[in-house]
């Protein structure tokens, strides 16, 4: 039996908060559908693409100020950790995997250098990870919460600067 090739897709859920990012190059927007990325084109003739890589659906995407990387990541079961990738915009491959939030990723930022980027686990999670971009190692991570009661939904670098960030 032959391979199924996506070829295009009709649709948007709306489900991922902050889901339609347009890429720096103001030619593209981006946003998961399911457990794929849909990178379309909106200037000029239209077309499509897929970053397709994920097991599950796809919680949070992001994309650097440069536009070369595009990151994304997904839910999965209870018990098992859920994989952050990062993309090569241009060749739209996949460049980096990474795994240490439990059940889901609930959002992603790059800092304004592309060197960082900043993951927050979901409810079932509670941590916040800064990774290296460029050699993919997870470089610290603390927790969110105090056992109070609510949890940290969104993370983000200031501007200009990557050592200034919140959660």
Known sequence: MG?????????????????????PDRE?????????????????????SF???????V??????QSGRYVASGQQTHQGF???I???DFQSRQELRRFKLHKVKVQALAFSPSDMFLAS?????????AMWDVDNGKALC???????????????????HNDSTWWG
């Open 3 to 23: 391979e199924l090739n996506l070829v295009g897709c009709i649709g948007f859920a709306g489900n991922v908060v902050h889901g339609v990012v347009t890429h």
């Open 28 to 48: 593209h927007i981006i946003y998961p559908l399911g457990c794929n990325i849909v990178v379309q084109k909106i200037a000029g003739k239209r077309a499509q």
């Open 51 to 57: 970053l397709q890589g994920h097991t599950d659906f």
């Open 59 to 64: 919680t949070c995407i992001a994309v650097s």
């Open 81 to 83: 950790e859920a994989d």
């Open 85 to 87: 990738i990062i993309w």
């Open 120 to 128: 927050l686990g979901g409810v079932d999670d509670g941590q916040l």
């Open 141 to 159: 991570s603390a927790r969110t919460r105090d056992g109070r009661g609510g949890q940290a939904l969104t993370v983000a670098f200031c501007n």
